[in-house]
T-cell receptor
């Protein structure tokens, strides 16, 4: 079967760093996406990893280990506006569809 | 910046009625998707569409659902006889191609409430 696991909720402090983990088991793999979703809004693209290693994009970084079926999203210098759900999604062999995790709700406290 | 647009933003309908959700994908994109998200739950894939036909569909996308690209710009999702459990946010998305790191761009969604 296809399975993507993320923590349901995390809390962090403004200005701090937080790491959101994602593990996956899918029938194929064509890359892993991270999306941000504010309540009641559409997901917006953050990052994409297809090779092992770290991809850095400003305050956000994403890491992938294909052998472990594992990724994380690292958010630095947290701001209140970073309070949102963070969705991990995997492109499978067909790549027509993305398999989505349930999302991690990130709560930022002052 | 090009964007995916969806109309209406909200729709309330009575159980058993037909609804049509409309989407205008980004103009040079080739792959189109519908997803839904029941309140508080994960995003779920419904269907993908390419070259004027369905490429893949999930178990959710049963005979009550259909998609159409009636002209060069619109991409619609029709639910023939709505059920209470169809209440959800419906997101349309489009991708330029299926190449590596090609992201899906999402519309702002249509919140469907079936009463």
């Amino acid at each position: 079967g296809q399975n993507i696991d993320q923590p349901t909720e995390m809390t962090a402090t403004e200005g701090a760093i937080v790491q959101i983990n994602c593990t996956y088991q899918t029938s194929g793999f064509n890359g892993l996406f991270w999306y941000q979703q504010h309540a009641g809004e559409a997901p917006t693209f953050l990052s994409y990893n297809v090779l092992d290693g770290l991809e850095e994009k400003g305050r956000f970084s994403s890491f992938l280990s294909r052998s472990k079926g594992y990724s994380y999203l690292l958010l630095k210098e947290l701001q209140m506006k970073d309070s949102a759900s963070y969705l991990c999604a995997v492109g499978t062999n067909s790549n027509y569809q993305l398999i989505w995790g349930a999302g991690t709700k990130l709560i930022i406290k002052p | 910046e090009p964007e995916v647009t969806q109309t209406p933003s909200h729709q309330v309908t009575q159980m058993g009625q037909e609804v049509i959700l409309r989407c205008v994908p980004i103009s040079n994109h080739l792959y189109f998707y519908w997803y839904r998200q029941i309140l508080g739950q994960k995003v779920e894939f419904l269907v993908s569409f390419y070259n004027n036909e369905i490429s893949e569909k999930s178990e959710i996308f049963d005979d009550q659902f259909s998609v159409e690209r009636p002209d060069g710009s619109n991409f619609t999702l029709k639910i023939r006889s709505t059920k209470l459990e169809d209440s959800a946010m419906y997101f349309c998305a489009s991708r330029a191609d299926l190449g590596m790191n090609t992201e899906a761009f999402f519309g702002q969604g249509t919140r469907l409430t079936v009463v």
